[in-house]
T-cell receptor
Framework: GQNIDQPTEMTATEGAIVQINCTYQTSGFNGLFWYQQHAGEAPTFLSY????GLEEKGRFSSFLSRSKGYSYLLLKELQMKDSASYLCAVNTNAGKSTFGDGTTLTVKP | EAGVVQSPRYKIIEKKQPVAFWCNPISGHNTLYWYRQNLGQGPELLIRYENEEAVDDSQLPKDRFSAERLKGVDSTLKIQPAELGDSAVYLC???????????FGPGTRLLVL
């Protein structure tokens, strides 16, 4: 099976930087996704990491270390609209996707 | 390009009643997923289709849940009979061929009374 752990809740201030961590245990790792989900809405794609290292996309960056089973999502210049749940999801080479329970981020003025 | 379409958006039924959810994936997307998401949790896979073939239904409670994807396009997920614990959001997602990113529909919010 697969285990995915991420903090339940985080709070940060508008304009600041926040890092959301995700650790996982899986066999047949084939990539890690981060999705954003606003309350009452569907998840939307943020990033996809297959190889080790940092992927930067505007204000959002995602890091992966396959040897450590670890990833983080870095959000810079936080805006109020970034308040949402952030889901870490691991894909296996068998095509299975397993999601963590998400980290609810609250951005305060 | 139209996104993944799901209907109904909301459904309230009494326990022991049947219910069905419909999903129309993005045109050309061969892979289709059905997930169940409980409040405060991540989506849990119910079934995955590659075209019309169910390639992973290991987590589908087959005593009461069924799904089909005729012609490899639209899909229907059915629960019969529904139980109180089935109250959740049912999400459909599709993936284009050769890629991994999932595109989610808005979901159907089910309340079983």
């Amino acid at each position: 099976g697969q285990n995915i752990d991420q903090p339940t809740e985080m709070t940060a201030t508008e304009g600041a930087i926040v890092q959301i961590n995700c650790t996982y245990q899986t066999s047949g790792f084939n990539g890690l996704f981060w999705y954003q989900q606003h309350a009452g809405e569907a998840p939307t794609f943020l990033s996809y990491n297959v190889l080790d290292g940092l992927e930067e996309k505007g204000r959002f960056s995602s890091f992966l270390s396959r040897s450590k089973g670890y990833s983080y999502l870095l959000l810079k210049e936080l805006q109020m609209k970034d308040s949402a749940s952030y889901l870490c999801a691991v894909n296996t080479n068998a095509g299975k996707s397993t999601f963590g329970d998400g980290t609810t981020l609250t951005v305060k003025p | 390009e139209a996104g993944v379409v799901q209907s109904p958006r909301y459904k309230i039924i009494e326990k022991k009643q049947p219910v069905a959810f419909w999903c129309n994936p993005i045109s050309g997307h061969n892979t289709l997923y059905w997930y169940r998401q409980n409040l405060g949790q991540g989506p849990e896979l119910l079934i995955r289709y590659e075209n019309e073939e169910a390639v992973d239904d290991s987590q589908l409670p087959k005593d009461r849940f069924s799904a089909e994807r005729l012609k490899g396009v639209d899909s229907t997920l059915k629960i019969q009979p529904a139980e109180l614990g089935d109250s959740a959001v049912y999400l459909c997602a599709s993936v284009p061929g050769g890629q991994e990113t999932q595109y989610f529909g808005p979901g159907t919010r089910l309340l079983v009374l």
